[in-house]
């Protein structure tokens, strides 16, 4: 994988939804809701100073949040946050680079 560029769509691994689990919390915070539903359904990712996730999520009744998971090397910790979210998203929005 080329430094900078993103991998096409790949099918949710167990991995990339625990990812997307570990991150629920911060983006209801923000959200200031629940999320009864998060299921992960596909997912892109981007080798940076560490990792950028892409991750597109099923939150129930039709509607779809794309959330960018960083992940920081493993010697800065490996720490995982929420960089960035898209609400009102559906199932055929692509899921590309947003900042």
Known sequence: MMH???TACKP???EIQQLADKV????EARENQSYPVFN??????QVVAGMNYFIKIDV???K???LRVFE???CNNGDISLAGYQTGKT???PLNYFG
């Open 4 to 6: 900078g560029g993103l």
């Open 12 to 14: 949710t691994t167990p």
């Open 24 to 27: 629920k919390p911060q983006l």
């Open 40 to 45: 992960a359904v596909e997912y892109r990712s």
């Open 60 to 62: 129930g009744q039709g």
């Open 64 to 66: 779809y949040v794309h």
């Open 72 to 74: 920081s090397l493993p």
């Open 91 to 93: 199932a055929s929005d």
